[in-house]
Structures are given as structure tokens and as C-alpha cells.
């Protein structure tokens, strides 16, 4: 059985950043235009948390039980490590989007956008057949583009509206933004495991283009957010302090670009994350004040 140490670890600490970036861009964004609410942030952020932990989860489930992480290079697996067995992975996974689930009913109820309830199964089951399924969508390529989607376009975008009732350029720029900055955590992380994923079969989007332009692909991503805060600055000077997460990308694009593998990668994956929260953090207070 699994120790609470164990869980926590499956829970993947490291990926909170993209739950907790777009919620503080959003509502920067929507304080922006003097739409800001405190209850249905917190909510927003509650809804965003317990789905990328039971996306973790059901991600630690469904690679479990189909062998790819019998040989894995990164973080620790509760199934593939054989702590805990697959039924309760599972149902962790579950609860955690039930609950993300109730928190997104209350955001609803609170911002009597009932068309949302569409929106909120939509990232429940993205995050399901994410890996689960009989054909996830994750073991084709289209992995980073989910992320972009979700945890950038929605997570922004639908964190300001329910606050502000409406969208600004600001958000849009920034959504963009935070969506390049997930992906970019997600093709680190699957570049890492090209060699692992080849052999198990799992097609993911570095898998398909290869080591090379894998790479060139992460810097793209990781540079897109400081294009849009200079974007954003023309107009917001504040933005422009968004510059102060650039220094935080140059271990991890040194790595990228200077061709390291397996667990020389995973520093990267984390500082991207954190470089991704320190410019949503500072963003989010320029959109507010700006």
C-alpha cells in the first residue's frame, strides 16, 4: 500500500504551476476591468487545481496498466511503481473530478453562465482520455495541443469571464501566453521520454517530430509568452516586468539546446514551470494595476 508521501509525489507537485498560472492571469485580467471577485477565483482555482491532480492520476492509471511506465525516466508512478494498485489510482483520479466538478457547478451557479456546465465536462473528459480510453488522444500527438487548450485558452479566458463577464485583448494575449508556456512544460517532459514512449508505443507529439525539432519546438513555445508581454507592454508599460521570468528559461533552454537527455531533462520541466508562475504572478499584477 501506499504511503501519503507517495500519493502526495503521484499527485506531481511540480505540474501545480500550470493549474495556478492561469487562474492569477485570469484574474488579473478581469481586475483589469474592475471585475474582480474573490469566491469565484478562489473556486476557479479550486476547479483548476483538482483537475490537474486527477489528471495526474488518471495519467499514472491508464500508463500503469498499459506497460509504458515499466521502464520510466521520470518522476515517481504509483502504478507503474507498484505502491499503490490500479483501481485506487483510479478512483482517486475520480474523486478529485467530482470535486472539480462541485467547485465548477458553484462557479456556474455564481455566475449564471449555465452554458459552462458544457465547457466543465469538456476538460473532465479531455483529462480522462488524456491517456485513458481505448484511443487516448495523448499517444497520438496531440498532447501539447490539448494543454494549450485547457490549461491556457479555458483556464485564462474562463477564469476572467466568470469574474468579469466578458473577455479583453489582455486576456486573450495572455492566454495565449500561458497556453505556450504549459505546452512548452509538456514537450520537455515528452522529450525527455522519447526513447521510453518509442518502445512502449506512445506516440506522443516529440515521438513523431523527432529529437531535433523537439527542441526547436520547446524554445518556440518558451519564448512566445515574452513576444506577448512586449505586445502587451506597448500599451501596459507594467507588462513589460513580465521580462523578470526570462532569466529563469536559460538553464532550462541551455539544456534543450545543448542536447541533454533523460534525467538531465527533468530540471527543465520544472523551471519551465516555475519560470511560467513567476511571469503569471507579475502579469497578472500589471493587468490589475495597469
Do not use: H
Amino acid at each position: 500500500m501506499a504511503t501519503v508521501a507517495q500519493w502526495i509525489e503521484g499527485a506531481r507537485i511540480r505540474t501545480f504551476p500550470n493549474a495556478i498560472a492561469p487562474v492569477l492571469v485570469g484574474t488579473g485580467a478581469a481586475a483589469g476591468v474592475d471585475g474582480f471577485d474573490p469566491v469565484t477565483a478562489v473556486l476557479a482555482l479550486a476547479v483548476s487545481m483538482l483537475l490537474i491532480i486527477g489528471v495526474n492520476f488518471a495519467n499514472d492509471y491508464s500508463d500503469g496498466i498499459r506497460g509504458t511506465d515499466a521502464d520510466r525516466v521520470g518522476p515517481f508512478r504509483l502504478v507503474g511503481s507498484g505502491a499503490a494498485r490500479p483501481a485506487a489510482v483510479r478512483t482517486a483520479a475520480w474523486v478529485c473530478f467530482g470535486l472539480a466538478a462541485v467547485a465548477g457547478l458553484a462557479v456556474v451557479v455564481l455566475s449564471g453562465q449555465w452554458w459552462l456546465l458544457a465547457v466543465g465536462a469538456a476538460c473532465i473528459a479531455g483529462a480522462w482520455f488524456y491517456t485513458g480510453g481505448g484511443r487516448p488522444y495523448g499517444y497520438t500527438g496531440l498532447g501539447e495541443l490539448a494543454v494549450f487548450v485547457f490549461f491556457g485558452l479555458i483556464a485564462v479566458l474562463g477564469t476572467m469571464f466568470v469574474q468579469a463577464g466578458k473577455v479583453s485583448g489582455f486576456g486573450i494575449g495572455a492566454a495565449v501566453a500561458v497556453g505556450s508556456f504549459s505546452s512548452a512544460v509538456l514537450v520537455a517532459n515528452n522529450l525527455r521520454d522519447i526513447p521510453s514512449d518509442r518502445v512502449s508505443g506512445k506516440r506522443t507529439l516529440a515521438v513523431l517530430l523527432g529529437d531535433r525539432d523537439t527542441r526547436t519546438l520547446y524554445v518556440a513555445l518558451a519564448l512566445i509568452p515574452f513576444l506577448i508581454t512586449v505586445l502587451i507592454g506597448l500599451r501596459n508599460s507594467w507588462a513589460l516586468l513580465g521580462f523578470l521570468a526570462l532569466p529563469l528559461l536559460i538553464v532550462p533552454l541551455r539544456a534543450v539546446v545543448g542536447g541533454a537527455q533523460g534525467r538531465k531533462l527533468i530540471p527543465a520541466v520544472r523551471d519551465t514551470g516555475f519560470a511560467m508562475l513567476v511571469w503569471s504572478v507579475v502579469t497578472a499584477i500589471s493587468l490589475s494595476v495597469g
